[in-house]
């Protein structure tokens, strides 16, 4: 409010749970009366993992790739298709923040890639799906961050040996 809005809304949820993905979008359209933006960027699991980085080889999770694959990917086109109905109402926009790891696969991140790209493939079909109902579907590609957690990555001697070996 601070900057001008005449009120402020927040909904309290967990992404990976599809009530709250219904709670999120019915907030929105009772409080708002609509969207014009629907806005997609959030990334998580509910796994404690001692090692984000692994080679899936040697550890093929399942349940944590399935929880990671509802909170990156499915929660995503859950929230889209609930909101489907209010973004052809207006002709809204879809933003949806992924990574440039949905564009080129990296060593020990495969659980990571294959979200992103799921992400890539199934908004990029859907952007030509909603052409005719003047719904726009962006996707906000974004590169490297600098942060200590993409520094671990940088740093494994396994992804300088993988990477110096592919490329």
């Not at 359209?29 to 404690?48: Q, T």
């Not at 799921?118 to 030509?128: E, H, P, T, V």
Request: aromatic content about 10%; some cysteine; glycine content about 8%.
């Amino acid at each position: 409010q601070d900057l001008g809005a005449s009120k402020a809304v927040y909904v309290a949820g967990d992404m990976g749970k599809a009530e709250d993905c219904e709670k999120t979008i019915q907030t929105a359209d009772n409080e708002l009366g609509g969207l014009d933006y629907l806005i997609l960027n959030h990334v998580g699991s509910s796994f404690e993992k001692d090692d984000f980085f692994r080679f899936w080889d040697s550890d093929p999770d399942m349940d944590f790739l399935t929880d990671f694959t509802n909170i990156n990917y499915l929660s995503y086109v859950r929230l889209t298709s609930l909101a489907l109905p209010m973004l052809k109402k207006t002709g809204a926009n879809i933003v949806v923040v992924n990574s440039i790891l949905g564009k080129m696969p990296i060593v020990s991140l495969s659980y990571y890639c294959g979200a992103k790209f799921a992400l890539d493939g199934f908004f990029s079909s859907l952007r030509l799906e909603l052409e005719h109902h003047n719904v726009s579907v962006t996707l906000a590609v974004i590169g490297a961050i600098n942060t200590d957690l993409f520094g671990k990555v940088l740093a494994s001697k396994d992804v300088k040996q993988t990477h110096k070996t592919l490329y």
